[in-house]
């Protein structure tokens, strides 16, 4: 059991796939909590799902028929698939599915679960730690740049340019965690 909070927790902060293998776009969000945490939870949700989904479909279809060279098509099959059911049944959650489709840490999520070989369990830690991950640099990032003045930035730098610089500041703080 161990084995398997160690999962999570470095799944959701020293392996941060978002912060630390660049995957993911977390700047696309206002800074109102409320939504922060309603876009990570549907995107933790369709996480989840395609993961669960994917697993089967790797261990008995693509290894079984040798379509490896088939496998990010199905994947994103299937996040796509997920993304679309997921909105019908949360209707609220209409924007986040553009956000949801384009979101490559979804894909990273279901390629290092079978890149890294985990059995069922392992592989529904790593993906919760994964969405919590998601999470947390989600509220990074907006945490940071919410402390951002426009006013005071160099008008070079206003717009886009300070939000990268203040995505990699966060980046360095998680590295921390490494």
Same mark, same amino acid.
């Given at each position: 059991?161990?084995e398997?909070?160690? =999962?999570?927790?470095?799944?959701?902060?020293?392996?941060?796939?978002?912060?630390?293998?660049?995957?993911?776009?977390?700047?696309? =969000?206002?800074? #109102?909590?409320? $939504?922060?945490?309603?876009?990570?939870?549907?995107?933790?949700?369709?996480?989840?799902?395609?993961?669960?989904?994917?697993?089967?479909? *790797? *261990?008995?279809?693509?290894?079984?028929?040798? =379509?490896?060279?088939? *496998?990010?098509?199905? /994947?994103?099959?299937?996040?796509?698939?997920?993304?679309?059911?997921?909105?019908?049944?949360? $209707?609220?959650? $209409?924007?986040?599915?553009?956000?949801?489709?384009?979101?490559?840490?979804?894909?990273?999520?279901?390629?290092?679960?079978?890149?890294?070989?985990?059995?069922?369990? %392992?592989?529904?830690?790593a993906?919760?730690?994964?969405?919590?991950g998601?999470?947390?640099?989600? /509220?990074?990032y907006?945490?940071?740049?919410?402390?951002?003045? %426009? #006013?005071?930035?160099?008008?070079?730098?206003?717009?886009l340019?300070?939000?990268?610089?203040?995505?990699?500041?966060?980046?360095?703080?998680?590295?921390?965690? $490494?």
């Amino acid at each position: 059991m161990s084995e398997l909070l160690t =999962l999570l927790v470095g799944c959701a902060l020293a392996n941060n796939i978002v912060l630390t293998k660049g995957f993911s776009s977390v700047n696309c =969000l206002s800074v #109102d909590s409320k $939504k922060i945490l309603r876009t990570g939870l549907f995107i933790g949700l369709v996480m989840v799902v395609s993961s669960v989904i994917c697993f089967p479909l *790797q *261990q008995y279809v693509i290894a079984k028929f040798n =379509l490896s060279y088939l *496998q990010n098509l199905i /994947y994103v099959a299937v996040i796509v698939a997920v993304s679309a059911i997921c909105t019908v049944a949360l $209707k609220r959650c $209409k924007r986040t599915f553009i956000l949801t489709v384009f979101n490559s840490a979804l894909l990273a999520c279901c390629l290092l679960n079978t890149a890294n070989a985990y059995t069922f369990v %392992e592989m529904l830690f790593a993906t919760v730690g994964t969405a919590l991950g998601l999470l947390v640099s989600m /509220y990074l990032y907006n945490g940071a740049i919410s402390r951002v003045r %426009e #006013d005071a930035v160099v008008g070079c730098f206003k717009g886009l340019p300070i939000k990268v610089l203040t995505l990699a500041i966060v980046v360095l703080s998680i590295m921390a965690f $490494k």
